[in-house]
């Protein structure tokens, strides 16, 4: 254990616990004073292992860990931050993490803070002192990551952060001040970085963020940041649609945010639907590869999305703040390439990529081969979807009409992957009808409304949405590359007549047949 705090920290902390418990009564808030009752700091002998003597620690948090057996040296390395009255050990039995730790090879740190800090252990994200490069609980963090990377042999280039609640306000504060020890980030249910600076801005920022421009929220980051910084994270954002503690516009603000850091603009690269009501929008860097996604769950509340089950793609298990509806561990490893997909290796990038092809459900691809390579890593959108020892390769079981980003790495016999190419994309023929259920605002970032004098229009249909703000709902149905017509129903898989043009019929009959051959 490192020091305990002076005692004008003490006496700091517990006048910050009357005005929480003051705030609480109304607000319930688990970012900074709700949650599941926290677990005892003794992890069981199945769970994660305390460790001691990892620095200065002016924190005065703790450190656990888990390492799967046999962990080989140079393995990525994962800390993960709990939210309030939680625990390392509550964090480390619900979210899923293990798991991954396991199939994947990769360390798990999970620090722990307790009411000598915070009377609701919470991470102290909103207080300065604590949440700055080298100091206070920012600072014990990182003397963990130091930690663990000695432990384990790590590879520093392959360090990630993630958290809920107070624990993902802490992690984008992490982001900002250590993005040369991060390759990457996850925030859930959380905050913009330094959008707050006391307890009465933390809960402005909660209910009501400020509608800083990009810019200004870059601004914060870079500022944060050591002078020079050029290289920055990966970050996914995770958010539900009906959070009232953390409200869905600090997703947005995070958006805006760290896209304007990555310099990618505000509009989605592409978007795509995932399992469990949960909307993908990403935002590619120069070079094609995503660097920010953003995950929104509609319906579901303030916690961290988890799906109990033994599928590849479940992990986790529900309770007080861990929601069953889709696995955020899981999308959240692969968007960071813990799945194997990461670039490590000397080799440079393939040239001369190109699409040679595409048919309704495939897409077939060409390179210049490069020297030295044994084979060639294929992502699609960010996600690697094939290996082939040849300059070309065909994607297959596409959707119809739709457009896919796609690069190129050059593996060595090593099985390191090198740069990734410059992306291109292709689009599949054909069309097939989407769902889309967001708030106004996020239709129209997203392209499938535009807003006029306060209120919000379906793109391409012009059906009236009411107005343009986050609190105000849709179901919109795209029946036509840029129609939307709204159907809060639930999108049938036939619209009304009234609905349709003699294009949508026949896209529609299109996908009926494409059906009627599956069956």
């Keep these: 254990m490192g020091q305990s705090h002076p005692v004008l920290r003490y006496s700091r902390a ?3 616990v009357r005005g929480l418990r003051r705030w609480a009564t109304a607000a319930g808030a688990l970012a900074l004073t709700g949650g599941l009752l926290a677990a005892g700091p003794q992890a069981s002998a199945a769970g994660p292992t305390q460790v001691t003597g990892f620095g200065t620690n002016p924190g005065n948090l703790s450190m656990y860990t888990y390492a799967p057996d046999a962990l080989p040296a140079g393995a990525p390395l994962v800390v993960a931050l709990h939210g309030c009255t939680q625990s390392a050990n509550d964090y480390y039995t619900h979210s899923g993490w293990p798991k991954f730790a396991d199939a994947y090879g990769f360390a798990l740190v999970l620090p722990q803070t307790s009411t000598a800090n915070n ?3 919470c ?3 909103f207080e300065p002192g604590d949440s700055g490069r080298g100091q206070g609980e920012a600072l014990s963090i990182k003397h963990m990551v130091d930690k663990a990377v000695a432990l384990y042999g790590g590879d520093t280039r392959r360090v990630y952060i993630t958290g809920l609640s107070a624990g993902g306000a802490m992690t984008a504060n992490m982001l900002a001040a250590y ?5 990457g980030g996850a925030i859930g249910s959380g905050l913009p970085a330094h959008c707050a600076s006391s307890v009465s801005t933390a809960y402005t920022c909660m209910y009501s963020p400020p509608d800083k421009s990009p810019a200004q929220w870059g601004e914060a980051v870079r500022s944060a940041a050591p002078a020079g910084t050029s290289s920055w994270p990966r970050v996914a954002i995770w958010q539900g649609t009906a959070d009232t503690t953390v409200r869905p516009a600090n997703a947005t603000e995070l958006r805006d945010q760290w896209t304007n850091v990555w310099g990618t603009g505000q509009t989605p690269s592409r978007t795509e639907s995932l ?11 120069a070079a094609g590869r995503s660097a920010v996604e953003v995950y929104t ?3 579901m509340g303030h916690g961290l999305a988890v799906d109990p089950g033994s599928g590849a793609e479940q992990c986790g298990s529900a309770g007080t703040y861990y929601l069953d509806s889709v696995c955020s561990s899981y999308h959240t490893a692969r968007f960071w390439g813990l799945d194997g997909d990461e670039d490590t290796g000397s080799l440079p990038a393939p040239t ?7 048919t309704d459900t495939t897409v077939s691809l060409s390179w210049q081969a490069v020297a ?3 084979s060639y890593a294929v992502r699609r959108n960010g996600t690697q979807v094939g290996r082939t020892t040849s300059a070309s390769y065909t994607d297959t079981g596409l959707a119809t009409g739709t457009t896919y980003r796609y690069t190129a790495t050059a593996v060595d016999t090593a099985g390191a992957a090198g740069s990734a190419s410059p992306a291109v994309a292709a689009t599949t023929t054909g069309f097939t009808p989407t769902c889309h259920t967001a708030d106004n605002y996020e239709h129209t970032v997203a392209g499938r409304a535009y807003q006029s004098g306060g209120h919000a229009y379906a793109r391409g249909s012009g059906q009236a949405m009411g107005l343009w703000n986050t609190f105000t709902s849709h179901t919109l149905w795209q029946t036509a590359p840029g129609h939307y017509v709204i159907d809060d129903a639930g999108c049938p898989d036939r619209p009304s007549a009234a609905h349709l043009t003699p294009r949508h019929h026949t896209a529609l009959w299109y996908v009926g047949l494409r059906r009627l051959r599956r069956t």
Excluded: E, Q
């Design 297 to 299: 769950v509609s319906g």
């Design 372 to 374: 030295g390579a044994a």
């Design 275 to 285: 399992g469990g009501g949960t909307t993908l929008s990403v935002y590619d860097d």
């Design 352 to 358: 001369g990529l190109r699409v040679t092809g595409t």
């Design 14 to 16: 517990r006048a910050l």
């Design 179 to 183: 993005p040369d020890v991060f390759a």
């Design 119 to 121: 009377a609701n252990s």
């Design 123 to 125: 991470f102290n994200w």
